[in-house]
């Protein structure tokens, strides 16, 4: 069943501005979460969104990717109906987010002008081993605190890892939830359909990243021609929450080659 209202979001940056940028959280997280990552791009009219089940969404969690997908959807073409968005878009996925985002690429059904994967890939299943172990622990049974240090990589400074166990651990969905996402993430496989993605396309991941591991990114990158891959080292799968400044500056590049 679709969505019958708009997914509560909060906006930032210029709300004049022609060029939306709209981010989509990840597994175990809130707008919240991606909140301080999205307020950086003070130029552009930037929407974060609650999937479904998350922060301040109702509903059920959906089971399947394409199911946020389809929500998503919906949420652009309201908000480019009610003039909150121009007709500019590009969506921006961090994690559970970014395969969200490569699908709503792929269904094709609304008018993107890029996007970009944080994190993220359109193979999760084969390359998140460490969802896999958790498969054998009862979904009752999940706490999100269980893998928030598995964020960090080699070159994470104490601080960082401070900081950002505090962003992730404040703005969290309930942990049945997360662990729901967790499994409908790791589920999902559409690398194959990824040649079919004709509008630009960004993978920002970390070297380190044992969350989703970087290959994911790389084929992903191989996948759809003309895509562009941001490989940053010796970080894991909160790269964007600590080189922020390094790569709001490339993926601004890449909004003005997309608008």
Sequence with gaps: MGLEKVLPYERTGNSESDVTLMFLHGSTMSKGGLSPFASV??????????????GEAGGEEPDAISGFAEDVEYCINQLREQGVVKEKVILLGYSMGGAITCEVAIR????????????????????TPLVDGLKPTPAEDFKTEMIVDALYGPDTSEEDKKRMKELFLSTKSADITGYADLMVSNA?????????????????????????????????????????????PLKGHGVIFEDTEYIKDKIISFIKVCS
């Design 41 to 54: 791009f003070v130029d552009y009219n930037c929407i974060v969104f609650d999937l479904a089940a998350h």
């Design 108 to 127: 094709g059904k609304i008018s993107l002008n890029g996007i970009v994967l944080l994190s993220s890939g359109a193979d999760l299943n084969n390359y």
């Design 188 to 232: 999902y496989n559409n690398l194959e359909a990824c040649k079919n993605i004709k509008i630009p396309a960004l993978m920002v991941h970390g070297s380190d990243d044992i969350i989703v591991e970087p290959m994911a990114a790389i084929e992903t990158w191989k996948a759809i021609e003309g895509s562009q891959l941001l490989m940053v």
